[in-house]
């Protein structure tokens, strides 16, 4: 295994809805074994009636991929090499950032678009296919045994504990 693959470092992003609408978001940064090396949160983002208006369908992406998912990314002190999503409203966010952004789902059929990581697979941005090429030998230091769904859990409940300890304030 090359020392590149130790080095490899995935971002996951997720978001959470809020009771009387928002939203939060989270990325859990680990190395390629999962194991954290940083988490960042945001503060509850809430859409004004005017931005439901204007902005329609495109709320959503907006909200999670641009305002939500690239301020995280940013804010990052350790940088993933690829960002990772359960959401296709989040991957928006790989057109505000210069690293690859993949929507991890379940699918036991492979499509030329996907590449397997782990037990789930991988697609891409339809902007940036490309990525796919980019992250496709990295990818295949993560044994195929890891479930790539576990760590969105993670953010997931550490959102909904940093959400239940802002209530009680």
């Known amino acids: 295994m090359a020392a590149a693959d130790d080095d490899f470092k995935l971002g996951f992003l997720s978001t959470v809805a809020l009771?009387?609408?928002?939203?939060?978001g989270g990325l859990l940064v680990t190395?390629?074994?999962g194991r954290?090396?940083?988490?960042?949160?945001?503060?509850?983002v809430k859409p004004t009636k005017s931005q439901e208006i204007l902005f329609g369908?495109?709320?959503?992406?907006?909200l999670l991929g641009e305002v939500i998912a690239e301020t995280l990314v940013r804010k990052a002190a350790v940088k993933p090499d690829i960002v990772l999503t359960e959401d296709d409203a989040v991957l928006e966010v790989r057109s505000h950032i210069d690293k690859p952004a993949g929507l991890v789902f379940e699918s036991p059929a492979q499509d030329a678009d996907s590449i397997q990581v782990g037990r789930q697979r991988l697609r891409f941005h339809d902007g940036h296919r490309s990525d796919?090429?980019?992250?496709s030998d990295r990818a295949a230091?993560?044994?195929?045994a890891?479930?790539?769904?576990?760590?969105f859990r993670r953010?997931?409940?550490?959102l909904e504990e940093t959400a239940k300890a802002s209530a009680t304030r």
């Open 19 to 24: 009771p009387g609408g928002g939203f939060v």
């Open 31 to 33: 190395n390629r074994h």
């Open 36 to 44: 954290p090396l940083e988490f960042q949160c945001t503060t509850p």
């Open 57 to 62: 369908e495109m709320l959503q992406p907006y």
């Open 132 to 135: 796919r090429d980019l992250v």
């Open 141 to 144: 230091a993560i044994h195929a």
């Open 146 to 151: 890891v479930d790539m769904t576990e760590p």
């Open 155 to 158: 953010v997931r409940e550490a």
